[in-house]
């Protein structure tokens, strides 16, 4: 997880990126935070390496991109989740004895989004009542990029057509709802992973 970004591409961090993905390491990297400042720059190095890294922008609390994040970018699934107002700690020294403050940017969605990823590895793992909540063959694929990608895009479809949302927000609860039950998020996974 990076929460990071540089306007300019850079030859070790490419290098480390393509090391991490070759070994199927799962990168999630900020989009952006100056879009509000040049509505046109793109998305930062190296959330704009496409079928390498998971590019998150902020969103709001009412599922719209933050104004600071960028614009869609072709090719790239525009992933959002929310990055305003997220209670964060924080040192003493530096905030007036408080614990901690409110922040913003794609540098926090970042890791919002990247818990929401673990939690779903986590989940793999876990032993339901007849083995592993996601079999072995279906969780290999699954902690990869192209796994979280997989679910990530899933819990950003959107069943109703009429809401206006140019990014992928995701919505962990169209995996994990609050009616379903292990062995059936287990049987999604598993049918997710067959298409990755």
């Known amino acids: 997880m990076l929460s990071l970004g540089f306007e300019r591409e850079d030859d070790a961090i490419r290098q480390a990126v393509q090391d991490a993905f070759t070994k199927d390491k799962i990168?999630?990297?900020?989009?952006?935070?100056?879009?509000?400042?040049?509505?046109?720059?793109?998305?930062?190095?190296?959330?704009?390496?496409?079928?390498?890294?998971?590019?998150?922008?902020?969103?709001?609390?009412?599922?719209?991109?933050?104004?600071?994040?960028?614009?869609?970018?072709?090719?790239?699934?525009?992933?959002?989740?929310?990055?305003?107002?997220?209670?964060?700690?924080?040192?003493?020294?530096?905030?007036?004895?408080?614990?901690?403050?409110?922040?913003?940017?794609?540098?926090?969605?970042?890791?919002?989004?990247?818990?929401?990823?673990?939690?779903?590895?986590?989940?793999?793992?876990?032993?339901?009542?007849?083995?592993?909540?996601?079999?072995?063959?279906?969780?290999g694929t699954l902690w990869t990029y192209r796994g979280i990608r997989k679910i990530f895009r899933y819990m950003s479809a959107v069943d109703d057509q009429s809401v206006n949302i140019d990014c992928s927000m995701i919505y962990p609860w169209k995996l994990f709802d609050a009616d379903g039950d292990y062995e059936v998020y287990g049987l999604e996974i598993k049918r997710l992973m067959k298409s990755a």
Not at 67 to 95: R, T, V, Y
Not at 103 to 119: K, M, R
């Open 27 to 139: 990168i999630l990297a900020a989009a952006s935070n100056s879009s509000s400042i040049i509505p046109k720059k793109r998305v930062s190095y190296p959330a704009r390496i496409q079928g390498q890294v998971l590019s998150i922008r902020s969103a709001t609390g009412q599922n719209v991109r933050s104004d600071a994040s960028p614009k869609p970018s072709d090719g790239d699934d525009n992933f959002m989740i929310l990055g305003e107002g997220i209670e964060a700690a924080w040192p003493l020294d530096l905030n007036e004895d408080h614990p901690t403050r409110y922040v913003s940017g794609s540098s926090f969605a970042t890791p919002v989004a990247a818990g929401i990823a673990s939690l779903v590895l986590e989940f793999s793992i876990q032993r339901g009542k007849r083995g592993p909540n996601v079999p072995k063959e279906s969780a």
